[in-house]
């Protein structure tokens, strides 16, 4: 990884070889690619948004069993998914939309889920962000609240905060024992300078193990960037050697998905 240009190009991104890549979590969106071997040596699961979707938490848990699982999100919890879909089932109603009653109906049943999940694994109310405060922690707060009074331990992050990824890592420092991180970065456009100065901070630590685009909102105007990008990275003392770059192209056949399973998925240009 370099900083790269100002211009938006993935050139500096293509991710290195790993041979153990799997897929966790759903089908569609919410799912990710990312070294088994990254998951296998984690004591714990940081996953920082969650909304009404934790197939990756789910996924990740049956591979590692001995996983300690804590998700932080602000702005979600079993009333608001009900609200959520009760509102959005009338409308659908009204418009008489099959599809979208079939999936507020199934919304509706994913309140009752997150009751039945959280009930056995931990669940924070919390925004993300790079300063504490009254319902905010920041990534080391919550690094150090997840290790439970084990500094030494492992630690794979999961990362979907529409945007404040940008601060949240930036305030952080040098994060030491995480072992891998999955991060969506949100609004390209806008925030390239960010992502740029943001993977070059986090270079010295971590690799790119996967890359993929969200699909969707399509790429960067005049370029072939997507707007939204999902990226796994590993701590560099959990990879053997020094792994070539892969030379696949991307989407990868059977582990790649598109997030929105109604448009083709993005291919990646790294020119």
């Not at 799997?22 to 296998?40: C, E, K, M, N, Q």
């Not at 931990?122 to 009254?134: D, I």
């Not at 901070?201 to 939204?228: K, M, Q």
Request: charged letters at 25%.
């Amino acid at each position: 990884m370099n900083p790269g240009t100002s211009t938006p190009s993935l050139r500096a991104y293509r991710p290195r070889r790993f041979p153990d890549l799997v897929r966790v979590g759903s089908a569609f969106d919410g799912g990710y690619v990312l070294p088994r071997s990254a998951l296998a040596a984690s004591q714990a699961l940081l996953s920082l948004g969650v909304e009404a979707n934790w197939e990756f938490e789910e996924g990740a848990l049956a591979l590692n069993p001995a996983l300690t699982i804590t998700c932080v999100d602000g702005t979600t919890s079993p009333p608001i998914i009900r609200a959520r879909a009760l509102k959005e089932l009338g409308r659908a109603s009204l418009r008489l939309r099959p599809f979208k009653i079939l999936r507020m109906l199934k919304l509706l049943g994913r309140a009752r889920a997150f009751e039945r999940f959280f009930a056995r694994h931990e669940f924070l109310p919390l925004m993300v962000g790079p300063t504490p405060g009254p319902g905010a922690a920041t990534l080391p707060e919550l690094l150090s609240r997840v290790r439970r009074d084990d500094p030494a331990a492992w630690v794979f992050v999961k990362m979907d905060i529409e945007g404040s990824e940008y601060d949240s890592l930036g305030a952080a420092g040098r994060l030491e024992r995480v072992a891998a991180l999955v991060i969506e970065f949100h609004e390209l456009g806008t925030n390239w300078a960010r992502f740029v100065a943001t993977l070059a901070a986090l270079e010295g630590d971590f690799v790119i193990a996967h890359i993929h685009g969200n699909n969707h909102l399509g790429c960067i105007p005049g370029s072939t960037v997507p707007e939204t990008l999902e990226l796994t990275l590993v701590h560099r003392e959990l990879v053997l050697g020094n792994p070539p770059t892969a030379a696949d192209s991307y989407p990868l056949p059977v582990l790649d998905r598109p997030c929105d399973r109604r448009r083709p998925d993005l291919v990646l240009s790294f020119e």
